[in-house]
């Protein structure tokens, strides 16, 4: 699974003022960020997964597929709280051309860790793609215990973890007790460099969108064990960080997409384009 070790970029869905999908937009997201990442990641929560359609989550696959500058490895967010339209979707869904699954913890039924279980290891059963888990208690209000990450790191067709819980005991955990061939990926920008100290083989990254060269420095200093560049790469986003998620994921990377040129900031409600207050620091630290 060496193709997932590096940057992964959480990939916005871009909007036109009408609020239907800015395919010009999209390419010129796939044009910009293919100059340092080593994979996409389509549909994920910076994807705005809540509030696209079927149809629409299909034409932006296909889309990236075939629009594709270097041929990049394409992970695929298929998740939820239901465990068997989870696997409806995974049957229905045309997955020629991608790479893994991407599929969050089920969210809002908080389910007990043998439930996070049982969800996992049925739809790795009925994937015909390979799983990689996706660990945001911060979204879903239930976290995936390290031990049970483990237990499902035994599955076939369980490859890895983003993990998002930003608890780094947790993190070190699984890593000290995994298969060597487990991916364990960074799911927060700034945690980055520390979880690849610890065993991480990179980030699936929401800040990428707009800083793929930026972060491809941060993650292969730090797989070549240059973890000094990898830090000091790294602090130049302390600050910026936080706004991305102030006005919550994506609106502000959607803000600092639009002041780079390159597309939108339009988001489907119930989110809300940045308000100018946030426009305006963002602004100062770009």
Do not use: W
């Amino acid at each position: 699974m060496n193709k997932f070790k590096g940057t992964g970029v959480a990939l916005v869905t871009p909007f036109n003022n009408k609020l239907e999908i800015d395919f010009e937009g999209l390419s010129a997201l796939l044009d910009h960020t293919t100059t340092g990442v080593d994979y996409f990641v389509v549909q994920g929560t910076t994807g705005e997964s809540a509030t696209t359609t079927s149809p629409e989550k299909a034409k932006i696959l296909e889309f990236v597929k075939s629009n594709n500058p270097r041929n990049l490895p394409i992970v695929y967010g298929i998740g939820g709280n239901n465990t068997q339209s989870v696997c409806n979707q995974l049957a229905s869904t045309n997955l020629d051309g991608v790479d893994a699954i991407l599929s969050v913890s089920p969210y809002y039924n908080k389910p007990s860790q043998e439930g996070i279980l049982e969800h996992y290891s049925k739809i790795a059963k009925e994937s015909p793609l390979p799983i990689i888990l996706y660990n945001v208690p911060g979204r879903t209000m239930s976290n995936i215990a390290a031990e049970t990450t483990l237990r499902l790191a035994d599955h076939e067709n369980i490859i890895g973890i983003k993990e998002a819980s930003g608890d780094l005991v947790q993190c070190m955990t699984i890593a000290k007790n995994k298969p060597e061939d487990f991916l364990l990926i960074s799911g927060d920008d700034l945690l980055t460099t520390s979880m690849m100290s610890i065993g991480a083989v990179g980030v699936i990254s929401v800040l990428a969108n707009a800083f793929p060269k930026e972060f491809e420095a941060i993650v292969h200093s730090a797989l070549e064990g240059n973890y000094k560049k990898s830090r000091l790469e790294s602090s130049k986003f302390l600050e910026i960080n936080p706004l991305m998620y102030e006005e919550s994921n994506p609106v502000g990377i959607k803000e600092v997409l639009r002041q780079k040129g390159i597309c939108g900031n339009a988001v489907r409600l119930p989110l809300l384009s940045a308000s100018q207050s946030l426009t305006d620091r963002i602004s100062d630290k770009i």
